[in-house]
């Protein structure tokens, strides 16, 4: 399966070099060598690094040369394409497709609800519970087959 991980924006230079908008806090995935799909065409990343003056961390920005993008017509020709790379394996961290869905109790067993989204917060991303909690995925202990336990400090829930 493959996840989006970023999405291309515009040329820069004039010698195939592309920004590339991330949306995953995976900077690795844009380590030289790395492998991504774009339009069904499979690129290989030559040389990549942030963005001078960009945000870092998920939605970060950067200067990427993919291998046999060699002029500012090649890059212009990828400009708003989403760039895909195989979904992790199961020791790589939570991703949001495998939160929702899932129910959250506290670690004491209490049922807490069933998470519908996640939405991006600076601070620490938020699991949106159906009955309108936040949790903020920091206190996450463990996810693991549609379960998640949290270790939430006293009051969180009865915000």
């Known amino acids: 399966m493959l996840l989006e991980i970023g999405r291309v924006g515009r ?5 195939g070099q592309l ?3 991330l949306v995953t806090n995976r900077q690795g995935r844009l380590a030289e060598g790395s492998r991504v799909q774009c339009r069904e065409r499979e690129l290989v990343v030559a040389a990549a690094r942030p963005l ?11 200067l990427v040369t993919f291998e046999g993008v060699g002029s500012r017509q090649e890059a212009e020709a990828l400009r708003g394409a989403p760039l895909s790379a195989p979904a992790p394996g199961p020791d ?3 991703w949001v497709h495998e939160l929702i869905g899932a129910e959250v109790s506290e670690a004491d067993g209490t ?8 939405q991006a917060n600076p ?4 699991l949106v519970l159906d009955n309108g909690a936040l949790v903020p995925l920091h206190f996450v202990v463990s996810c693991e ?14 915000l």
């Open 11 to 15: 040329a820069h230079g004039l010698n």
């Open 92 to 94: 790589d961290g939570l």
């Open 111 to 118: 049922e807490r609800g069933t998470v519908t989204a996640v």
């Open 145 to 158: 087959q549609g379960r998640i336990v949290v270790d939430a400090p006293p009051g969180l829930f009865e």
């Open 52 to 62: 001078p003056g960009a945000a870092h961390g998920p939605a970060s920005a950067w």
């Open 123 to 126: 601070a620490s991303d938020l």
């Open 19 to 21: 920004v590339v908008q």
